[in-house]
C-alpha cells in the first residue's frame, strides 16, 4: 500500500487520531465489511438482501462526490423504514472523508 493515503480500519478513536498524527493527509474509511454488517445487524432477515443491495450500491460509485450522493439518495429511501440504519450511514459519511 505504498502511497495510499486512505487507512481502513475499524471505528476506534485513538487509532483514528494516531493514524491522522502519523500519517500526515491520511483520510478515516469505514471499512466496506463493517459498515453494512453493522447496519444488516439493526434490519429484520426478510429485508436483509434489498439493505445490503442498497448499500453496495455506494461502494461502486466512481468518485467522492457520486459516492455521497449515492449515500444519501439510499439513507433518504431507507429512512422511512429503517431510520437507524439511515441515521448510521449518514454518521459514516460525517466521520470520514471518504466512505
Known amino acids: 500500500m505504498f502511497g495510499c493515503a486512505t487507512r481502513r480500519l475499524r471505528r476506534h478513536l485513538g487509532l483514528k487520531e494516531a493514524i491522522e498524527k502519523v500519517f500526515l493527509g491520511a ?3 469505514r471499512c466496506r465489511v463493517h459498515l453494512p454488517r453493522n447496519a ?27 459516492i455521497h450522493r449515492q449515500l444519501a439518495e439510499v439513507a433518504g429511501t431507507l429512512r422511512p ?6 441515521e448510521q450511514l449518514e454518521l459514516a459519511e460525517e466521520s470520514s472523508q471518504a466512505v
Do not use: C, G, N, Y
Open 27 to 29: 483520510s478515516w474509511q
Open 40 to 66: 444488516l445487524a439493526r434490519v429484520p432477515k426478510a429485508r436483509a438482501q434489498m439493505v445490503a443491495a442498497a448499500i453496495k450500491t455506494i461502494f461502486v460509485q466512481p468518485d467522492t462526490e457520486h
Open 81 to 86: 423504514q429503517f431510520p437507524d440504519v439511515a
